[in-house]
């Protein structure tokens, strides 16, 4: 189905001037005899007017411009995009939790602590690690999150350390995190299998290495194998060893990496237990750590004594509080709902069909478009569009456009940035025989047409709402807030 | 097999096809020695199950079911019912990120409204797409005066929320900013401490209005101190409360931040909500999160991007404003239509209800013998008591009850005394403002009797 074409900003369907009440009228002081007048507004805010007609079919009208994961096949590599189960959504809005108030106190909501307990335990499980907190609002947040506690420990033992390790593979959140708690990075060079080169890793292991962050599976979607190696160097010279969960859908239930020798480790609740994005959140990013790490927990922590739960602020070693309540429970409670309905085995096999269906598109695809690396991967896959001889000018954006034109989401494009005209492909576990089969026969048929007309091919997409925008100008001379002034 | 679609036919076809034997091995590349971890799990659940359960569990949480005062930050207000049906549509709430703008203008046009709306509630020129929440939005801000003034020591009133304060603990520790409260002076902040305290080095001050304690702050008095000061003047706003308020851009302030969660997000004890973050003009390019504005497409039609990329983590690495990826999108696109529906008329009505609302729990509650108000200040629609009795029994005793009478403030935590910190919205009635001056005196009644004996 094509999107929806133009809709008109609030802005310009606004009326100006009428609106509605929505609340009984009470009686009571007039305003301006409660509130000293300084502090009022000389007249309401510059809000539009629309009806609820007229503002439900905008809204209606523009999430009909988005494509989403309920609409078709969503490829984005290192994104998980899988289906979003409907019964997590409704359960977590069921009244006893929604209108549950932060503040009532921890007697108040011992339903929703004891949930936040159980899946605390339940992620402890799965990635294999002695304590996990809820508390982080997403995986950034959950990076955050572990270093700060990396810090903190080397800083409890008199350890002076100021750098954080990263492989050139990694995701941009890595060293903007380290950047964020005060480390430099440097990076950790790839070997030509695509793997972390343990010779560099030595190389560039010190005394003031505090930590090096890890993907595993990595983003090329391929599994550390020298992962125990590279633990033992890394705690040989005093470090930590940090897990970035983003990958941990293509193993849960199958290896943990608390047993790989990961001290920290935080979990993408929206990749692995598929919680819907949103657009772009609201996520949650659980921290699981090793017991020499637990003092360093952020607060609150939920605690448990005999039947009781309770949320303790006082942890003297602790990094300190990460968002203003207890991080975001809506989207915990979603994961609960998801895992309890899978349970071990139910988890685990996800994981097995998110790599037979990375494995099977892989199959079709590469005699069309080269692997980055041809060896088994995992969840995810990379190819490379770089070859000139074979593609000419087309390149891994054009083929993206014209799956957006044909119906898909695109993959995701130019990442990691150690391939050149990366296409990085992740199906998840959701996707179907035939829609894999689809997919790869519209890719191939892309590229026959794009060999039979390149400048058509070079310029889509045409069927979207918009064609390809100008971000340069965007950028160049910002326009971030409707000029129109009422 | 709960959500997979392949028939077991189709997994073995797809393993012929890989010339595989078993599931087992598509993952030989793992070391034996990892695999197969023992996991303590129970068993799964049918759909059926875990709906019986949750309820049960639900039922637990006795705090939802009770007549609630409680305020702190996060405020019972009125969701038109709307907000929820848009926000459930699978093509909001299963949408990726907007990465690719061609087929998400809906969540970026939606983001760029909200930007509009965000600036003009708050009277600023511009806002991001959102953060994690209110106490992340105001450490965050801190950091962005300290990048855009190079300096390293925020100045924050002790009259900010607490928990707002203890998360810019947590992130100010990181680059190692100093941070230094401003005492309070019956309630409101101290303007001769932040006078004298307000130094060359200071990248800003921070103060929210109206404040923990309900206060409305003197406000018109601050701009005149940052007077040929480079520090920057900083605001956590609540957007609810800028219905009648008015904007912390007309009193001076320079970057405005908050929590959306009065504005059409439901409690859900503590989140997922969103923060906001906005700023004058000439501080845009120190925002941190996304931020998306107009383009002109190949045919020059508008639509909008994700634009000022090069501030961010997944283009800058490490040199990124922070490291944050999302900004609570569904949050913020809740906080966009809630204001939407409620429009500038709506907003003023709620906003100016919840305050009549609170004047009116405050003189009931005032009336009840010994209870007497912490502060002299004007306050909007949450207020500070002392009580005649230990507020911690008195509130044990009145959520027997089933009333939330208001939040514990303990001692030297928040303000020196102890009291309870009482709120109203426009969901008060008359009758819970009367069931509330009931429950609170009863409780304080049974606490000073068993006290004695």
Redesign the interface.
């Given at each position: 189905m094509p999107?929806d074409a133009?809709?008109p900003?609030?802005?310009e369907l606004s009326h100006g001037e009428?609106?509605?009440?929505?609340?009984p009228e009470?009686?009571?002081?007039d305003?301006a005899s409660?509130?000293?007048s300084?502090?009022?507004?000389?007249e309401?805010?510059?809000?539009?007017?629309?009806s609820?007609p007229e503002?439900?079919r905008?809204?209606?009208?523009?999430?009909?411009?988005?494509?989403?994961?309920?609409?078709g096949f969503?490829p984005?590599g290192s994104?998980t995009?899988?289906?979003?189960?409907k019964?997590c959504?409704s359960?977590?809005?069921?009244?006893?939790?929604?209108?549950?108030?932060?503040?009532?106190?921890a007697?108040?909501?011992?339903?929703?602590l004891?949930?936040m307990d159980d899946i605390s335990g339940?992620l402890a499980?799965?990635s294999?690690m002695d304590k996990v907190t809820t508390n982080p609002?997403?995986?950034?947040?959950g990076?955050?999150c572990g270093i700060?506690m990396v810090?903190a420990y080397h800083e409890d033992r008199g350890d002076d350390r100021d750098v954080v390790l990263v492989p050139d593979s990694a995701h941009?959140?890595n060293?903007?995190?380290?950047?964020?708690?005060?480390y430099k990075?440097v990076e950790v060079k790839s070997n030509s299998s695509g793997c972390v080169d343990l010779d560099d890793l030595k190389s560039k292991l010190n005394d003031k290495v505090a930590a090096l962050m890890l993907t595993n599976p990595n983003t090329l979607g391929?599994?550390e194998?020298e992962?125990?190696d590279i633990a033992r160097v890394v705690h040989e010279a005093g470090a930590l060893l940090y897990y970035d969960g983003a990958n941990l859908n293509a193993?849960a239930?199958?290896?943990?990496p608390g047993?790989?020798g990961f001290d920290v480790v935080h979990i993408n609740l929206h990749k692995t237990f598929?919680t819907?994005?949103?657009?772009?959140?609201?996520?949650?990013g659980p921290v699981g750590v090793k017991q020499r790490l637990i003092p360093y927990l952020?607060?609150p922590l939920i605690e448990k004594s005999g039947e009781e739960y309770t949320l303790n602020y006082d942890s003297p070693k602790s990094?300190?509080?990460?968002?203003?309540?207890?991080?975001?429970?809506?989207?915990v409670?979603r994961a609960y709902?998801y895992m309890?309905?899978?349970?071990?085995?139910?988890?685990r096999?996800?994981s097995?069909?998110a790599?037979?269906?990375a494995?099977?598109l892989k199959?079709l695809l590469k005699d069309h478009i080269p692997p980055e690396i041809d060896?088994?991967g995992m969840h995810e896959f990379v190819l490379t569009m770089k070859d000139k001889s074979r593609f000419g000018e087309f390149n891994a954006m054009g083929l993206?456009?014209n799956l957006?034109d044909r119906g898909f989401?695109?993959p995701t494009v130019y990442?990691p940035l150690i391939v050149k005209e990366a296409l990085m492909m992740e199906p998840t576990?959701?996707?179907?025989?035939r829609t894999l089969e689809e997919f790869a026969a519209t890719v191939v048929d892309i590229l026959n047409e794009a060999a039979r007309d390149p400048e058509k091919a070079m310029?889509a997409?045409y069927t979207?709402?918009?064609?390809?925008?100008?971000?340069v100008?965007?950028?160049r001379n910002?326009?971030?807030?409707?000029p129109c002034c009422e | 097999m709960v959500f997979l679609p392949h028939t077991p036919g189709d997994t073995q076809d797809m393993l012929n096809t890989l010339g595989l034997k078993s599931v087992d091995d598509l993952f030989s590349m793992i070391p034996a020695k990892l695999k197969n971890p023992p996991i303590e799990f129970p068993p799964a659940l049918t759909e059926m199950e875990i709906q019986s359960l949750m309820e049960s569990v639900a039922a637990q949480n006795r705090g939802a079911q009770c007549l609630s005062f409680l305020g702190g930050g996060a405020y019972q207000h009125f969701i038109p019912q709307a907000v929820f049906a848009l926000i459930s549509r699978g093509d909001f709430s299963t949408a990726y990120t907007p990465y690719q703008p061609e087929v998400s203008q809906g969540t970026l046009q939606a983001i760029f409204e909200f930007q509009t709306m965000i600036s003009r509630l708050t009277g600023m020129s511009a806002a991001n797409a959102g953060v994690y929440d209110g106490a992340t939005a105001l450490a965050e801000s801190a950091l962005m005066a300290c990048r855009a003034t190079r300096k390293e020591k925020v100045l924050v009133a002790r009259t900010v929320n607490p928990h707002y304060r203890r998360v810019m603990r947590t992130y100010l520790s990181a680059p190692g900013v100093e941070i230094v409260e401003i005492p309070a002076r019956d309630g409101a902040v101290d303007l001769e401490a932040l006078k004298a305290a307000l130094d060359d080095d200071t990248a800003a001050f921070f103060i929210q209005q109206p404040n923990y304690f309900g206060v409305l702050e003197p406000v018109d008095s601050l701009a005149p101190l940052f007077e040929g000061k480079k520090a920057l003047l900083g605001a956590a706003a609540y957007p609810h409360s800028l219905g009648v308020l008015k904007t912390p851009g007309a009193w001076g302030a320079q970057i405005v931040c908050g929590d959306l969660q009065s504005v059409g997000i439901p409690l859900s004890f503590g989140g997922p909500y969103s923060g906001f973050m906005a700023c004058r003009e000439d501080l845009v390019r120190h925002l941190p999160g996304r931020i998306v504005g107009q383009a002109k497409d190949a045919d020059g039609r508008d639509g909008y991007v994700l634009t000022l990329q090069t501030r961010e983590q997944h283009i800058r690495r490490a040199k990124a404003t922070s490291n944050i990826c999302t900004n609570q999108a569904l949050c913020a696109l809740s906080a966009t239509i809630f204001l939407a529906m409620m429009g500038p008329r709506g907003l003023r009505g709620a906003a100016a209800q919840s305050v009549r609302q609170a004047h009116k729990l405050y003189d009931a509650l005032c009336s009840i013998e010994g209870v007497k108000p912490m502060f002299g200040q004007p306050f909007y629609n949450e207020f500070a008591l002392e009580l005649p009795a230990p507020a911690a029994a008195v509130i044990a005793e009145a959520k027997k009850d089933g009333v939330l009478p208001g939040i514990h403030l303990k001692a030297g935590e928040a303000c020196d005394g102890e009291g309870l910190l009482v709120c109203a919205t426009e969901l008060t009635s008359d009758a819970d403002v009367a069931r509330c001056k009931e429950a609170l005196k009863n409780a304080i009644d049974h606490v000073k009797t068993h006290a004695v004996v």
């Open positions: 999107l133009f809709e900003s609030l802005f009428g609106g509605r009440e929505w609340i009470r009686g009571g002081a305003l409660l509130i000293p300084e502090h009022l507004a000389p309401p805010a510059a809000l539009p007017v629309v609820e503002a439900v905008h809204f209606t009208k523009l999430s009909r411009r988005n494509f989403s994961i309920e609409s969503y984005l994104c995009m899988k289906y979003n189960p019964i959504d359960l977590a809005g069921l009244p006893g939790f929604a209108r549950l108030h932060p503040e009532a106190g007697d108040m909501a011992q339903g929703t004891r949930l339940f499980q799965i294999g609002c997403a995986g950034a947040h990076e955050f700060l810090r941009g959140t060293p903007a995190t380290a950047a964020m708690v005060g990075t391929l599994f194998k992962i125990l193993i239930g199958v290896a943990r047993d790989m598929s819907p994005h949103g657009g772009g959140g609201p996520g949650a952020p607060t990094i300190g509080q990460l968002s203003t309540f207890y991080g975001n429970v809506g989207i409670l709902v309890r309905m899978h349970g071990k085995e139910g988890i096999r996800n097995e069909h790599v037979l269906n494995r099977y199959h060896a088994p993206a456009k957006i989401h695109a990442f576990e959701t996707e179907s025989k310029h997409p979207t709402p918009v064609k390809r925008l100008d971000e100008s965007a950028a910002p326009v971030l807030v409707h | -």
